[in-house]
């Protein structure tokens, strides 16, 4: 791929309309496997996907103008999945397995287009709204977050001179190349690009993951961006996300059956894929509750993607799991993908090397630290926590305990039934800075 210099793009910057979306592969390849078994199992399922900013301080309504983002947002619908990129996705082996995705899911894909939206101003924020079927509202997740980002970032930037903008992004390649000269000291390290959803701008991210290829080499395994994959000739990156169990427990009848739905999607999942794409994610309604409870066969799994309790916590957790079931650590696979900068996969990488085999997916304080980097000392570049979740199911409310109750989400009177099922054993607070 061509180097943009995207100071220089971002100054002469004049087009009606910059497109912030481009493709529909402009995702994460996670959306794409757990699509084609959503649309296996539950073509039916309406499930609803809201935006909610953690950061209250940043009021996004007044940042970004309403009329920008409905063009960015209207332009996203007009977008559809090209010839080249089906028959990419089509032939491509992905985790060593060819044709990953059925002709009739391909078939599918080329008439796909992202449903409609709602969208309105409430006290400074906006509300933003998916509601439809679930095998067309999920695909909203990736695209609505990255145009709400870049927005931001152009916001900040748009009074900006020349000099100012080289010189901004400068400090940002060097800061990013500081933290790939350490982690070059990481012999066994394993690293991915997970920063599609809060990055902040597709320019960016493609240099963040051109730097990281030739400055890692072959530590740097791929990207979770599946048009940057393609693009880049890299291994596209990804398993399975939270809306799976929300979901499955939204639609529960009963509490025995919402103690249950966190395994019966991970049968679903195993039904679908083998190898490395068996990796477990516990903590949507508590990892404590999940693995008290998670069945034997679990152990035969690739591994685990311990998301918001704090690294060394969970995976120690999950390891004493796994010696509780007789299994070797060290024939294992952890995933470590919640906040991730330099510090904490230093100090993670250090505390479990040898111990259990291990991979980094590092989001947004990859594809988005400009902390300390503008030259007029302005900090509307910094990046916040901002989600797109799945809020209800066949119109009942969907929960996410998590482990970090700061990152619950959820009606709270269907968040204390949760809690009631699954138990807030060892449910820790923690500030969320992304």
Known sequence: ????????????????????????????????????????????VQATFSLINRTKSVRLADI??????????????????????????????????????????????????????????????YELRFAGPWTHTSMWEIPALAIINELKSRAAMRDKGKFTLDILYARAKAKLWDKVERLRELPDLVLSDFGTRRRHGFLWQRWCVEALKEGLGGRFIGTSNVLLAMDADLEAIGTNAHELPMVAAALAES???????????????????????????????????????????????????????????????????????????????????DGMDIGTIEATYRHFHGRVRMSFGWGTNLTNDFRGCDPDGATGLEPISLVCKVTSANGR??????????????????????????????????????
């Open 255 to 337: 509490d025995e059956d919402l103690a249950k739905a966190p395994y019966r999607v991970l049968e679903d999942w195993r039904q679908h894929y083998n190898g490395n794409l068996l990796i477990a994610l516990p903590d949507a309604f508590g990892t404590t509750a999940f693995l008290k409870n998670a069945p034997h066969w679990l152990a035969d799994w690739t591994g685990f993607r311990p998301d918001s309790a704090p690294p060394i916590e969970g995976g120690e957790q999950i390891i004493r799991w796994w010696q509780e079931q007789g299994v070797d650590p060290r024939s294992k696979l952890l995933i470590f993908s």
């Open 397 to 434: 409310p969907a929960v996410k305990l998590s482990d970090n109750p700061a990152k619950a989400t959820g009606d709270p009177a269907e968040i204390e039934r949760y809690l009631r099922v699954f138990g807030a054993e060892d449910r820790v607070t923690s500030t969320v800075s992304v």
């Open 64 to 125: 970004i103008d309403e009329s920008e983002l409905r063009a960015q947002l209207d332009h996203a619908r007009t977008v559809r999945f090209s010839k080249k990129e089906l028959i990419w996705l089509a032939g491509n082996s992905f985790y060593g397995r060819q044709q990953m995705f059925a002709p009739d899911f391909i078939a599918w894909l080329a008439d796909f287009r992202l449903p409609e939206y709602e969208l309105r101003k409430i006290d400074g924020q």
């Open 1 to 44: 791929m061509a180097v943009t210099d995207i100071a220089k793009r971002t100054y002469d910057h004049n087009f009606r309309l910059d497109p912030i979306v481009r493709s529909l592969l402009d995702t994460d390849f996670y959306k794409l496997l757990m699509l084609q078994m959503i649309r296996h199992i539950h073509p039916d």
